[in-house]
T-cell receptor
């Protein structure tokens, strides 16, 4: 079975500061890794994903994450955050079992960007 | 495309009442999912479906039922509402062989 641990439940930062949201996973099989973002009172949206290939993946709004197989991590980073990045971020691990695709989500990290 | 739509957006139930949460997607996705989200707990999978007529339990199925008679619709049924079912419910879908799940806007349910 897979599991995901997001090490910080809340991360407050100032605008234009760098941020790192940590995610570790466990799995006995090959995994896909995802970061989803949830803005207040909305559903989840895919931010970025790692399926294979380059271990560094990027989103269109400046976030990046690096898959580290030896450390079983997929930390999310942004060098300079904006107020609009305030949201809850979920790390998720996916595998294919018996022909279906299922995700296991972490508990989420609330990022608050203060002016 | 409207994507994944959910109704209602909000609902208050009394203990013991029943209701159906509706989920519809217009993207012709085979896979559909129901999650519940509780504060600080992330998302837990309730039920999922890999196609019309095929459903299976997720991590937290007790107290819920689902059906999938069409590709588009995947309703979630609560037969005897309990306070423990107070939560935000999200429906999601994905095409086969793909990896990204597309989420609806959610239904906020309160059971008093």
């Amino acid at each position: 079975a897979q599991s995901v641990t997001q090490l910080d439940s809340q991360v407050p930062v100032f605008e234009e500061a760098p941020v790192e949201l940590r995610c570790n996973y466990s799995s006995s099989v090959s995994v896909y890794l995802f970061w989803y973002v949830q803005y207040p009172n909305q559903g989840l949206q895919l931010l970025l994903k790692y399926l294979s290939g380059s271990t560094l993946v990027e989103s269109i709004n400046g976030f990046e994450a690096e898959f580290n197989k030896s450390q079983t991590s997929f930390h999310l980073r942004k060098p300079s955050v904006h107020i609009s990045d305030t949201a809850e971020y979920f790390c998720a691990v996916g595998t294919t079992q018996g022909g279906s695709e299922k995700l296991v989500f972490g508990k989420g990290t609330k990022l608050t960007v203060n002016p | 495309n409207a994507g994944v739509t959910q109704t209602p957006k909000f609902r208050i139930l009394k203990i013991g009442q029943s209701m159906t949460l509706q989920c519809t997607q217009d993207m012709n996705h085979n896979y559909m999912y129901w999650y519940r989200q509780d504060p600080g707990m992330g998302l837990k999978l309730i039920y999922y479906s890999v196609g019309a007529g095929i459903t299976d339990k997720g991590e937290v199925p007790n107290g819920y039922n689902v059906s999938r008679s069409t590709t588009e619709d995947f309703p979630l049924r609560l037969e005897l509402a309990a306070p423990s079912q107070t939560s935000v419910y999200f429906c999601a879908s994905t095409p086969p062989g793909a990896d990204t799940q597309y989420f609806g806007p959610g239904t906020r349910l309160t059971v008093l």
